[in-house]
């Protein structure tokens, strides 16, 4: 994503360079990545502790919570579209950074903390929808478990480069095919939002979308993406595209 990929350097250099010895970094850069997980998975913890496993069924069929899950979900795809970002107060940020530098396990925390407030505009669209999407299983340790999963997923990449940071410079540098990320995930937002107003058809019986509607919806926007990646669809932060790639022309 934009707001994570070019961090990656930055992160693995000063742990490699700051810490004066591989080991040492090594396991600085491990501590970061387990902070992340920390921080994540409480969040999870926190959520499935306030609404408790039955608020959690609850929410799974009431049609009320389904339709502004699934207005969430619509809002959230249009900011990954361009349209607005989604972040937290930047005196959050700043308040994280300076206690960052306080070094030692403490230092390391909110290091771990900044990032996930800084990369929040990117993240925060993917955590609604999984959390969203856990609660709506009605289980009580889906949001924990949820976080878990994507929290690994976001620590892996700094912890992997750290052991290995000759392997940075075979990574692409940063330009407009990462905006390309994070529009199509847009799509895909977009696309699991329709989900949520299929629950609330189920739940009201008003018996409006068909499977035939929902599958028309999901191959218009996947028509809709496919012309975005062949350059035919621009959006305000997207790059110019002279020539369409073998790859990218796959994923169409």
């Given amino acids: 994503m934009p ?7 930055l992160t693995v250099s000063f742990f490699t360079k700051k810490a004066g010895s591989r080991a040492k970094g090594v396991g600085q850069s491990l501590l970061y990545g387990l902070s992340i997980i920390v921080i994540y998975v409480g969040l999870g913890v926190i959520i499935s502790a306030f609404f408790g496993s039955d608020a959690l069924n609850a929410l799974a069929t009431n049609g009320a919570f389904n339709i502004f899950f699934f ?14 970002e989604i972040t937290l107060p930047s005196s959050l940020g700043n308040k994280l950074d300076a206690n960052a530098d306080k070094g030692g396990l403490a230092g390391i925390f909110f290091m771990a903390a900044t990032l996930v407030v800084v990369s929040f505009s990117c993240t925060g669209p993917i955590i609604g929808t999984l959390l969203v999407d856990a609660a ?34 075979s990574l692409p540098k940063s330009g407009g ?13 977009i696309g699991f939002a329709l989900k949520f107003l299929s629950n609330v058809d189920l739940a009201y019986h008003w018996n409006w979308f068909d499977r035939e509607i929902f599958l028309s919806l999901w191959i218009a926007l996947g028509f809709l993406l496919g012309l975005y990646l062949i350059g035919k669809i621009k959006f305000s932060h997207d790059s110019d595209v002279d020539h369409v790639s073998v790859p990218r022309f796959l994923c169409r």
């Fill in 177 to 189: 095919w990462l905006n390309t990320v994070k529009v199509v995930l847009g799509f895909l937002e």
């Fill in 3 to 9: 707001c994570i990929y070019p961090l990656l350097p």
């Fill in 71 to 84: 207005l969430l979900l619509v809002v959230f795809g249009i900011s990954f579209l361009g349209a607005f």
């Fill in 136 to 169: 709506s299983k009605g289980d009580r340790l889906a949001p924990a478990i949820g976080m878990l999963g994507f929290s690994a997923a976001l620590a892996l990449p700094f912890t992997t480069f750290a052991l290995f940071p000759s392997a940075l410079k």
